[in-house]
């Protein structure tokens, strides 16, 4: 199985400021037809989780440009940029490159 | 509106069964991959299973396999969950999603229905 680490476990950010999450995989998510699938998702307090980006860097519809996401092979990054109070939550990568599909265990941002 | 709404959950006890039914609207359903993800409280997400379109195919972790049964009725635009023999380790939310074929991510998600199992 494919193991997502995450890191930092938890963040506190000031607002307007920027963060950066890790996600490292155990193998590499690259595909045999060449895409790599990591994912981000947000789950807000009291919320379902969101689509935030998808295929390394894509932004799901609707999602603020201040969201990007970057990196290949193993090593994954989302940043958010300019933070907002509605940014806090549990970032979850995910990867769906291979079955079983796994996920990161969470980072936990808090606004200062 | 891309919706979907999850039900039967609740309180069962340990080696009892239960099924969970999530009704989607907003969208083809039968044009799209299904999945179910579940988080135990204050943990983390965990991916659960996946049928496909037609639902000849369906995929499942080590943890749920062969207690476990996805599946679809495309006619109601509805998706289910089978669960036998439960175990403790099973309380969660859980949680159905849209699941991209060619994106391979969960693009859409229900509100989560929770199911406790405890004697």
């Known amino acids: 199985d494919v193991v997502m680490t995450q890191t930092p476990v938890s963040l506190s950010v000031s607002l307007g400021g920027q963060v950066s999450i890790s996600c490292r995989s155990s193998?590499?998510?690259?595909?045999?037809?060449?895409?790599?699938?990591l994912s981000w998702y947000l789950q807000k307090p009291g919320q379902s989780p969101q689509l935030l980006i998808y295929?390394?860097?894509n932004r799901f519809s609707g999602i603020s440009d201040r969201f990007s996401g970057s990196g290949s092979g193993t090593d994954f990054t989302l940043k958010i940029s300019r933070v907002e109070p509605d940014d806090l939550g549990v970032y979850y990568c995910g990867q769906g490159t291979q079955y079983p599909l796994t996920f990161g265990s969470g980072t936990k941002l808090e606004i200062k | 509106e891309v919706q979907l709404v999850e039900s039967g959950g609740g309180l069962v006890q340990p080696g009892r069964s239960l099924k969970l039914s999530c009704a989607a609207s907003g969208f083809t359903f039968s044009n799209y991959y299904m999945a179910w993800v579940r988080q135990a409280p204050k943990k983390g997400l965990e991916w659960v299973a996946t049928i496909s379109t037609s639902g000849s195919r369906t995929y499942y972790p080590d943890s749920v396999k062969g207690r476990f049964t996805i599946s679809r009725d495309n006619a109601k635009s509805s998706l289910y969950l089978q669960m036998n023999s439960l175990k403790s380790e099973d309380t969660a939310t859980y949680y159905c999603?849209?699941?991209?074929?060619?994106?391979?991510?969960?693009?859409?998600w229900g509100q989560g229905v929770m199911v406790t199992v405890s004697s």
């Open positions: 295929k390394v860097s």
């Open positions: 999603a849209r699941h991209g074929v060619t994106t391979k991510n969960f693009d859409y």
């Open positions: 193998q590499s998510l690259v595909h045999n037809n060449g895409n790599t699938y």
